[in-house]
């Protein structure tokens, strides 16, 4: 629902419709994210009709699809699916933002973003060390890094701060979001949200130089070296269960 209102606040100019119902379901449907090619976006009413039927399935038990077929399924068994999950589970404040955002990722982008998270997990669990992706958006000047690592709480809470807030100077963003996983199972162990208009910083400027950037990796990268290696039979799964991988997920 936040969402659906940043969004709707966002294009209110754009928008030209007879009800407010069938702009909540063509969000449902499609997302409510309108490019700048479009002016105005004229909706019809026929987009209210899954959301009568979830509300009819809902509230008198008559036959029906309870959740409209959109942005609310699209993600289920995925990596960001999961994510998802567990932000709304936890309500932490820190990570609405970051929900709002993924909940706006295209399909496309989406699915790279998958793959990017599948890697960290599996490298991690292969190698034992530590390992990140960082997605910057510029429509929101903001973006998001997602960390892999067994260190310490503390420890993995401190690389994860320095991180975020280089890559938030470096792509001059507002808000910078952090995640920490655990190898393996990819469930959140911590999260963070670095806040604050971009202003230049001689000292953050100095630190720049010295830090080994990387170049920016294309997203359709994250899918292409997803698929790079394949596991043999015999290794250990890259799920981290400690068994091998005919023995886990090869048939998964």
Known sequence: MLNYLALRSKFDDKILVEQELAILGFHLKHNLWLED????????????????????ARRQGVPGERTPKGILNRFDGTPIGKLLSEIEASATPELVGLGMLFLQFSSETAKHINNGIDRLLRSAAEDGKQHDLSVPSEDYKSGFTIHVNSLPSEAAREHLLGHCGLKKYDTKSDTWYGILLKPGSGDIRDALVIEGKWEADAKMEEVLKKWPKKPAMPLSELSRRGRKRKVGRNELCPCGSGKKYKKCCLNK
């Open 37 to 56: 090619k479009y002016d105005i976006v004229n909706l019809g009413d026929d987009f209210t009709t899954s959301v009568d039927i979830a509300m009819a």
